[in-house]
C-alpha cells in the first residue's frame, strides 16, 4: 500500500518539524508527504527542504483557502492509494502506518480515523487540555474514545481516505467550520466503510493556552450548528449537553435566593462531576496540578462549546 500524507500548514513552522521528524521514524516507508502551505505569511520551507534527503517530500505554496480546500488541493496532486491527513501538530508514532496496513487488510475499510493521545513531555496545561478533549467523561468518546469501531466519524487531525472516496465525493465541500465532520457523514452516505482504529493513534501536541483553548472550543460549537445547515438530522442530544452544562452552573446562585433546595441538589450534581472529573484526570495523567488543570479546562470546554454552539444556533434561527 503507498500512501500520501497531506499536511495544511498555516504560519506554523516551527512545529512541523516535529511531525516531519516523527515521520522519519516509521517502521512502514512506502509513503510520500506533501505539505500544503496555505497563503502562509510565515513559510515553514525551510524546514521541509531539510527533510528533502530522508522523506520523499513535497513542498506546495498556494494562496490562502482555509484548511479544507487546502487538503482538496493535496489530494488532486496525491500519488497514493491512501490519502492521510494531520494536522501539522501531531507527532506519529513510529508504528503507525504498520498498524493502518495491518488494519486495512483486515477491514476493508474506506476510510478510518484515529485518537489522539499525549505524550509524557507535553506541558500540564496540554496534557490537561488533552484530558478534557478526549476523556469519556467530557466528549463521550467522539474523538476516538468510542467503543463502536464500524461508522465512526474521522476527525481530520487523523484521518484517511482511499484515492476511490475523494474521487467520488470530490473532497471536502466546506473549508472550515466542522469541514471534517461534514466530510465523514458524506463519506457515509455515499456508502463507503468507516472504522476507527484505535492503534492508529497520534500524539496532538496543541500548542495552545486556556485562553486559546476557549477560542477553539467556541468555534466547535459554533461549527456543530454550521453542519446542520446539511445535515439537519445529526444534531443528536449529546451536542446540547455543553449548553445545558453551561446554563446549569449559571443559575445556581440565583436558584439559592428562588429556590435553595433545588439550588443545593444542583450544586451537588456540579461537585460530584468536578470530583469525578478530578480523581479520573489524576488516575490516567498521575500528576495533580494536570488533574486540576484538567477540570478546569473541561469547564472552560463546556463554557466555551456551550457559548458558541448557542451564538451560532441564535445566528441561525434570525436568518
Known amino acids: 500500500m503507498h500512501y500520501s500524507i497531506i499536511i495544511p500548514v498555516y504560519n506554523r513552522p516551527d ?55 487546502s487538503r482538496n ?26 498498524h493502518v496496513s495491518r488494519q486495512l487488510e483486515i477491514t476493508k475499510a474506506d476510510c478510518w480515523g484515529g485518537p489522539d493521545k499525549a505524550l509524557p513531555s507535553f506541558t ?23 467503543r463502536k469501531s464500524e461508522g465512526f466519524h474521522p476527525r481530520s487531525f487523523n484521518m484517511g481516505i482511499s484515492r476511490q472516496v475523494f474521487e467520488k465525493t470530490g473532497g471536502y465541500k466546506i473549508t472550515r ?7 465523514s457523514i458524506r463519506i457515509i452516505k455515499h456508502g463507503f466503510k468507516t472504522v476507527l482504529m484505535k492503534s492508529a493513534f497520534v500524539y496532538h501536541k496543541r ?21 446542520t445547515r446539511f ?24 436558584l439559592f435566593i428562588a429556590a435553595p ?16 472529573l478530578f480523581v479520573h484526570s489524576l488516575q490516567t495523567e498521575k500528576k495533580i496540578d494536570v488533574a486540576f488543570l484538567a477540570v478546569a479546562a473541561a469547564y ?9 454552539f448557542l451564538s451560532e444556533l441564535m445566528n441561525e434561527s434570525s436568518t
Not at 493556552?209 to 461549527?223: D, E
Open 261 to 276: 433546595a433545588v439550588a443545593g441538589s444542583l450544586f451537588l450534581i456540579y461537585f460530584a462531576y468536578t470530583l469525578l
Open 300 to 308: 472552560i470546554q463546556f463554557t466555551a462549546y456551550g457559548i458558541g
Open 207 to 227: 500548542r495552545t493556552g486556556l485562553k486559546q483553548f476557549y477560542s477553539q472550543l467556541h468555534f466547535f460549537g459554533r461549527a456543530r450548528i454550521n453542519i
Open 177 to 183: 467550520m466542522g469541514e471534517d465532520i461534514e466530510f
Open 15 to 69: 512545529e512541523i518539524g516535529e511531525l516531519l521528524e516523527s515521520l522519519t521514524k516509521q517502521t512502514y516507508k512506502n509513503f510520500e508527504v506533501l505539505i500544503i502551505e496555505d497563503g502562509s505569511e510565515i513559510t515553514c520551507k525551510n524546514v521541509v527542504d531539510s527533510y528533502a534527503e530522508t522523506l520523499n517530500i513535497r513542498y506546495i505554496y498556494k494562496e490562502n483557502s482555509g484548511q479544507g480546500f
Open 231 to 254: 445535515y439537519p438530522d445529526e444534531l443528536k442530544l449529546i451536542h446540547f449537553f455543553p449548553v445545558i452544562f453551561f446554563i446549569g452552573y449559571l443559575i445556581i446562585l440565583p
Open 73 to 98: 488541493y493535496g489530494f488532486e496532486r496525491a500519488k497514493g492509494e491512501y490519502f492521510v491527513v494531520f494536522d501539522s501538530d501531531c507527532i506519529i508514532p513510529p508504528h503507525y502506518f504498520e
Open 124 to 146: 500540564a496545561v496540554q496534557k490537561a487540555i488533552n484530558y478534557s478533549m478526549t476523556s469519556f467523561f467530557t466528549t463521550g468518546g467522539m474523538r476516538g474514545g468510542s
